[in-house]
């Protein structure tokens, strides 16, 4: 074990501090050089936990690294250990402190989207979980779950997936009224109330409470029939009979009713993966996913941590089933219980159904990880196969690659497009108009080279690993020129010629031949391609911006907006020429129509 390097013979806050701390409950937050909040904590006894932290032999690597950066720190005395824990939840979700465990909530799976606050609710398919008022139902895996689930809720419960405003104003209603998909409450079919009796049975159902959907329903039906709402209450047994066919094909997950959620883990480089099952009344009606990063080993400090950041968040269901006894375990579920009304089981199971759940969120969590993960170990593979072949001393993780486009020498622009780690830094692309338009490749590439490297070297920014060329050996050496001519001849550079795919680098005139089943050469045709698309696109955007100024805005009187005004309405510039002057005054006005007819018959407008 390392030894850990700290601050409390230097700072003299710190050493202060250490030799005054009381041996009461509270609250501890470390700060480093500059103020900044580094870490929140809660401890039974304060003076024992926080000079645990400089007197261990045995912290992990994340621990060792925040006692480096402590500089100073604070305490709030508390009553009890509880308050203190409360407190302490409260700290770290307002500040989010960078070495406090912060879950990252896997939003790649789709959820059901519930607009709960709208006065006409509407239920739709979204990635995104915000916090809008709205409910969120899933993460569904697969995707298509969360797809076939909200189309059962338009179909069950005719609940609208549309966006319009609602305001009963709309001449018609769409098809879905007519399919018996919806109540229409654009045309004012349904009264807010009811609409909205729709939208808790909707809940209900995608909240998995069968019991309680089943209860309303039936009570609807029989009191639609006692009022002589005969089709109404035909309606209500219909939803009703469907509904519990659907729930009657969903599979009991577990052996009694209690709502429960289950905790497994999974730990890779570095990381943690924690896949949470939700049992509602005996039926898995969701999983979710959170990763942490920069841990060594899941144990029961971590998963306390992890239970406190969520259940602050969510409500605390009657049991929760992890895999490891979380520390401070009373502590902890007197602190759900002071959220729910009572406590709630809290537990690691031993035997039957329940050890195989648990065994089920592990092997996802499992699952997450590699699924996630393992692309990063691919790329690295690559990363180090390029390195050997092209005999580089460094690992390149940043490479950049130029190339040029232009059409016969007009309209000549570059981009640069930038890979970290082997995927598109896209944030990072830039693109260039040359100044000197001309039809040399090589003076081109050039002249892009050296403008962005001088900004690079002048603005102090880091300097890329490789440099790739779109070319042959020729844009190679024009390449090298322009670095060299600033001085960064260090710049490691090759160059990939599109026919052959050889590439190319300094001081030898033979090309390297790497397989054609390469990883190591699909990664460098995926970044010249890139390359050349980027600037394609650029090139076509001038290009199109050319033909509108020299054709159209070359007429007297018609300025940019009009000429794309005449584009949008006519299609084509040849298209304006043959318009009617009926259409030309409809699309332009009378003063554009008048300019564009005299420039057809060839006159100055006035004359």
Not at 430 to 436: I, P, Q, S
Not at 492 to 499: I, M, V
Not at 519 to 526: A, E, F, G
């Amino acid at each position: 074990m390392a030894s850990t390097r700290s601050n409390a013979d230097r700072s003299p806050f710190l050493q202060r501090k250490l030799a005054d701390l009381p041996t009461r409950p509270g609250v501890y937050l470390y700060r480093d050089k500059e103020a900044n909040l580094l870490y929140v904590g809660k401890a039974k006894v304060l003076r024992n936990r926080v000079k645990s932290y400089f007197q261990s032999k045995h912290l992990d690597a994340k621990t060792r690294r925040l006692v480096s950066r402590i500089w100073d720190l604070e305490f709030i005395v508390c009553e009890t250990e509880l308050e203190a824990l409360v407190l302490e939840n409260n700290l770290i979700r307002e500040h989010r402190p960078p070495y406090n465990i912060m879950l990252r909530d896997d939003k790649s799976y789709p959820y059901v989207k519930l607009t709960w606050k709208d006065p006409f609710p509407q239920v739709f398919v979204t990635r995104k979980v915000k916090k809008d008022g709205s409910l969120y139902f899933g993460p569904f895996f697969p995707a298509s779950t969360a797809y076939r689930t909200a189309e059962l809720a338009y179909r069950f419960f005719q609940i609208r997936d549309c966006d319009i405003d609602i305001d009963g104003k709309r001449g018609r209603a769409c098809m879905k009224y007519q399919l018996h998909r919806c109540t229409a409450p654009c045309i004012a079919a349904v009264t807010q109330e009811a609409y909205r009796e729709q939208a808790k049975e909707a809940r209900l159902f995608l909240e998995g409470k069968r019991d309680e959907l089943k209860a309303r329903l039936e009570e609807a039906m029989w009191k639609a029939s006692e009022h002589s709402a005969f089709e109404q209450a035909a309606q209500y047994r219909d939803t009703l009979n469907q509904v519990d066919a659907w729930f009657n094909r969903q599979k009991a997950a577990t052996v009694d009713q209690e709502d429960t959620d289950y905790y497994g883990s999974a730990v890779l480089d570095g990381r943690a993966c924690v896949h949470r099952l939700e049992m509602r009344e005996g039926r898995m009606v969701g999983r979710r996913e959170y990763v942490l990063e920069d841990v060594e080993a899941f144990d029961g400090a971590v998963l306390s941590e992890v239970l406190k950041r969520i259940y602050a968040e969510e409500p605390v269901p009657g049991r929760i089933l992890v895999e490891v006894e979380p520390e401070d375990a009373e502590l902890l579920r007197e602190w759900l219980g002071s959220m729910r009304g009572a406590k709630p089981h809290l537990a690691v199971p031993q035997r039957g159904d329940k050890v195989d759940l648990l065994t089920m969120a592990q092997e996802n969590a499992r699952l997450a990880l590699e699924r996630k993960f393992e692309p990063a170990r691919l790329n690295q593979a690559v990363l180090e196969g390029l390195q050997a072949f092209l005999g580089l001393a460094h690992l390149p993780r940043r490479m950049e690659c130029f190339d040029i486009s232009h059409g016969q020498g007009r309209e000549v622009v570059a981009s640069c497009v930038v890979f970290t780690d082997g995927v598109p830094d896209r944030k990072n692309y830039r693109r260039f108009k040359v100044t000197n338009e001309q039809n040399d490749d090589f003076a081109n590439m050039a002249e892009v080279v050296g403008r962005r490297y001088k900004r690079l070297r002048d603005e102090g920014k880091d300097l890329p690993d490789l440099v790739l060329i779109d070319g042959g050996l020729g844009q190679l050496h024009a390449a090298e020129s322009a670095l060299a001519a600033l001085g960064l001849d260090q710049l490691e550079r090759a160059s990939l010629a599109k026919k052959e795919e050889l590439v190319y680098r300094p001081g030898t005139s033979e090309p390297l031949r790497i397989p054609r089943t390469s990883p190591v050469i699909q990664l460098l045709q995926r970044i010249r391609d890139e390359a050349h698309r980027f600037a394609i696109t650029y090139h076509r955007t001038l290009r199109a911006k050319r033909t509108l100024q020299t054709e159209l805005t070359t007429i007297p009187g018609v300025g940019a907006a009009t000429a794309k005004k005449l584009l949008q309405a006519f299609g084509s510039v040849t298209a304006v020429r043959e318009a009617e002057e009926a259409a030309l005054v409809e699309k332009a006005g009378r003063a554009a129509a008048n300019r564009v007819l005299a420039w057809r018959a060839g006159e100055s407008p006035g004359s």
